[in-house]
Structures are given as structure tokens and as C-alpha cells.
């Protein structure tokens, strides 16, 4: 797994496309959301997860999973409205709550000026049983590292 700076892998750069704002030309307040998840999945493949092996795909069986990691809370706020051709960058802070659930902590700026903020939880749970269970080694590993003082 990755030894580089967590910060390497847990920021995000991207520009806002016309396809994410809405009819009065800002950003469509759900993009914040779909963009967390993004930079989630940039983070876990920077660091060596393979997402075939976390997320549910065609290729795989949900039976195959080790564990499944369904969203039970989420939450955001925005501060300034984004535009088409906007350059951001979004950090993302995860938090490990405990043995089965964490939070993924985003922090959205543009030009170094804080523009939103969001928090994603997440929890354990079996795929077959739908009970709590444990994180899985590559999440909690991922948990860990990121949270190392580099």
C-alpha cells in the first residue's frame, strides 16, 4: 500500500463542467456529494485498494464482498456558489469512528478560500445478513494511513 504523503492521496483537483450546474448556472447541490464519493475513490485506488473489491460491480458477486459500506448519514454546507469552468480542490478527511464505521470528512476550496464542507458516514455491514460487522483490513488500513502525521 502507499507510502507517500496521506495528502497526495486524500486531495482532489477538478474543474466544474456545465453538465453539474442547473438552470440558474451554479452547481447543482447534489454534485457536492458525487464528487465526495469521487475523491474517495481516488484516494482508496492512490493508496492500492482495488474498487472491484469494495464497491459491487457487474464483475463481481455481491455474495463475493467482504463487507458493504452503506452511507447512514450524510450532510453538507455550502458557503459560495460554484460556476462552469471553476477550479477546486477537495480534501478529503477520513475518521474512524469505530471497529465498524467511519466518516469521510471533504473540505471543498477554491483559490484556497473554503467554499463548502461535507461529512459522509459510512458503517459495516455483511452483504448477505445486512448486520453490523467489522471493517474490512484494506479499510481499516486505509483509515490508519490516512491518518498518519507525515
Request: hydrophobic residues 40%; neutral net charge.
Amino acid at each position: 500500500m502507499g507510502k507517500r504523503n496521506p495528502r497526495e492521496w486524500l486531495c482532489l483537483k477538478r474543474t466544474v463542467r456545465f453538465g453539474e450546474t442547473d438552470a440558474a448556472g451554479v452547481v447543482h447541490f447534489l454534485e457536492l456529494f458525487r464528487w465526495c464519493h469521487e475523491t474517495w475513490e481516488a484516494s482508496l485506488e492512490k493508496h492500492g485498494v482495488v474498487l472491484q473489491e469494495i464497491f459491487p460491480t457487474n464483475q463481481i458477486n455481491t455474495s463475493q464482498l467482504v463487507v458493504a459500506l452503506p452511507v447512514v448519514h450524510c450532510e453538507a454546507n455550502y458557503f459560495q456558489p460554484l460556476y462552469v469552468g471553476d477550479i477546486i480542490n477537495i480534501e478529503l478527511n477520513p475518521e474512524k469512528i469505530n471497529d465498524s464505521s467511519f466518516v469521510l470528512r471533504f473540505i471543498f476550496k477554491r483559490n484556497g478560500e473554503k467554499i463548502g464542507m461535507a461529512n459522509i458516514k459510512h458503517v459495516s455491514i455483511n452483504p448477505m445478513t445486512r448486520d453490523i460487522c467489522a471493517l474490512s483490513k484494506q479499510i481499516n488500513l486505509w483509515l490508519h494511513e490516512s491518518s498518519l502525521n507525515f
